[in-house]
């Protein structure tokens, strides 16, 4: 009888360094690939890299790639689509022209006026 005993000893030596199933539920799950973990997402907004979307509990976390984003970095939100929803509309603030910024376009003298700078700027 004893190779019964050693039967019993390699079942018991398996059960010991075979992990639990119910333990690592989660890694089981990740490998399914109905319950794969979602992966992270760069965000564009047109040629410019805005940054990642990277999922964790409760959302997406945002990385910036770019200085013009760096208020967003660090950011939680609940999908990917409002992450880029709100890179969008930073991307839009910070090209859009600024009020008080000086014209571009500068009104010309015409030459036909008559001035003279001498005197303006001399008071004669």
């Known amino acids: 009888?004893?190779?019964?005993?050693?039967?019993d000893a390699r079942r018991a030596l398996n059960r010991l360094h075979t992990p639990d199933a119910r333990a690592d539920h989660l890694q089981a799950r990740a490998r399914n690939r109905l319950h794969a973990a979602p992966p992270p997402r760069v965000i564009e907004i047109g040629e410019v890299t805005a940054g990642i979307a990277v999922p964790e509990r409760g959302g997406v976390r945002f990385f910036s790639s770019e200085r013009d984003f760096d208020p967003l970095d660090g950011l939680v939100f609940r999908s990917v689509e409002q992450a880029a929803k709100a890179a969008r509309d930073r991307f839009a603030a910070r090209r859009a022209p600024r009020r008080h910024a000086v014209p571009t376009r500068l009104d010309l003298v015409r030459p036909e006026a008559d001035l003279d700078l001498h005197r303006t700027a001399y008071g004669r």
């Open 1 to 7: 009888m004893p190779h019964l005993q050693q039967d």
